[in-house]
């Protein structure tokens, strides 16, 4: 066995049997770790769940153009052709008033009065643009794209105004908050965990400060003092990870009876449920690479500043 094995076996062993030593240092450290690394999973799995939930009600959702009756085919025509163009424009159909009656009606087919109401005059419905949008933040600008000057003398109204664009921004902005305040979290959370590993790791060191003081004295390396603290706060991540993940799955696990009735405001749960177990392996790893990389940094940057300190003594 080569010595760069053998020094890197020891590394890894002092490091396991360091982690067992300070087993109540290092549950307090885990107990941080486990709330980031499952606010982190959480935050994505919900985040894909609301982007599936808007994909669907932007699916729903379109801009109607009501024209003017005399309003000149060429000019529509040409309207049309400048709506595909947007970059917000994911469809754009075209009604003429007859077209735009059958449609009515089989949106109403169900409503007997509404339907007796129309056909007791002549029809009455404008031909119609309807505008299907990738982006409910963008909306605004198809308005101003239609409220072009040369556009005015074709349009009757928009329907993108008054109640409908109240709700529609409504949905706009709780995607926007609800994704902010996820990154916000995540954020705030993994700098708690990584000062308290920090914490840890310094309170080890203190600890073992004698010894340390007699391994320099006898020539080892700076990697070979420093291994050890990584090899611990590496396991606090693997950890940390692995349960985080349990966590998240044995919420799903405990809340399978309830998911008939799916939905919690903009989060589909069946979806969310269905996106963790699809992507469980993905997600573990996501996990893991997060807890290694929090762990290694925080105990890196700690071993630094000792060592630093004690060259510089």
Do not use: C
Not at 109 to 120: D, K, V
């Amino acid at each position: 066995m080569s010595r760069k094995l053998v020094t890197f076996s020891r590394i890894l062993r002092t490091g396991a049997v360091n982690f067992v030593r300070n087993a109540w240092l290092s549950v307090a450290a885990m107990a941080v770790m486990i709330i980031t690394l499952t606010i982190v999973l959480f935050s994505v799995i919900t985040n894909a769940a609301f982007n599936n939930t808007i994909a669907q009600i932007t699916a729903k959702i379109d801009v109607s153009v009501y024209l003017k009756d005399s309003a000149p085919a060429t000019e529509v025509t040409g309207l049309v052709d400048t709506l595909r163009t947007l970059p917000n424009v994911q469809g754009v159909s075209y009604l003429n008033k007859t077209q735009a009656l059958e449609a009515y009606k089989q949106q109403n087919a169900g409503n007997a009065q509404l339907l007796n109401a129309i056909s007791q005059t002549d029809n009455p419905l404008p031909a119609t643009i309807r505008i299907k949008p990738r982006d409910l933040n963008k909306i605004p600008d198809i308005q101003v794209a239609l409220n072009r000057i040369k556009y005015q003398p074709l349009i009757d109204q928009i329907s993108y105004n008054g109640n409908s664009k109240v709700a529609i921004d409504k949905i706009a902005h709780a995607t926007n908050l609800l994704k902010r305040a996820g990154i916000i979290a995540v954020g705030v959370f993994a700098v708690i965990s990584v000062l308290i590993i920090f914490n840890t790791i310094q309170m080890a060191i203190f600890n073992r400060r004698d010894e340390l003081t007699i391994m320099r004295l006898l020539g080892a390396s700076t990697s070979y003092i420093r291994g050890p603290f990584v090899v611990e706060a590496i396991l606090y991540g693997v950890i940390s990870a692995l349960i985080s993940i349990l966590l998240i799955h044995s919420l799903f696990v405990a809340s399978s009876s309830a998911l008939q009735a799916s939905s919690l405001g903009l989060l589909d749960i069946n979806y969310a449920a269905t996106y963790f177990h699809d992507r469980f392996w993905e997600l573990l790893t996501l996990q893991l690479a997060l807890g290694i990389l929090i762990g290694a940094v925080s105990s890196i940057v700690a071993t630094r500043r000792y060592l630093k300190f004690k060259t510089a003594k």
